[in-house]
């Protein structure tokens, strides 16, 4: 379950399923508040599970396991909070996340 950085080799070997990706809809957000010079980084708070909703369901097409992290967001510009909580009050997952920037 190690990643490798010089091969950009990522986790993916959990009952053959891909798992330590950012949800789809915030890629984009945390894409633009690092090319603003901004950081955003992922603790690990927990064992990976088997999705459950508001994510598809394991056997569901973009199903598989939710890997328990907390996202660590630091941004140069204040409107990213808005943003960000913006794109979780209109995503199905984001009734199950918790926006803390610093």
């Known amino acids: 379950m190690l990643t490798d950085e010089k091969r950009q080799l990522q986790l993916c ?13 915030l890629a984009p957000n945390f894409r633009e508040i690092m090319d603003k010079g901004g950081k955003v980084s992922a603790i690990v708070t927990g064992d990976p599970v088997p999705s459950y909703p508001p994510w598809p369901l394991q ?9 328990p992290c907390d996202y660590v967001i630091s ?6 909070h808005k943003i ?3 794109t979780l009050n209109h995503i199905p997952e984001g009734s199950a996340m918790e926006l803390l920037m610093c």
């Open 13 to 25: 070997d959990v009952a053959d399923l891909p798992i330590g990706y950012v949800p789809r809809s």
């Open 59 to 67: 056997n569901e097409p973009g199903g598989g396991l939710v890997l």
């Open 75 to 80: 941004t140069p510009c204040k409107d990213d």
């Open 84 to 86: 960000i909580t913006d």
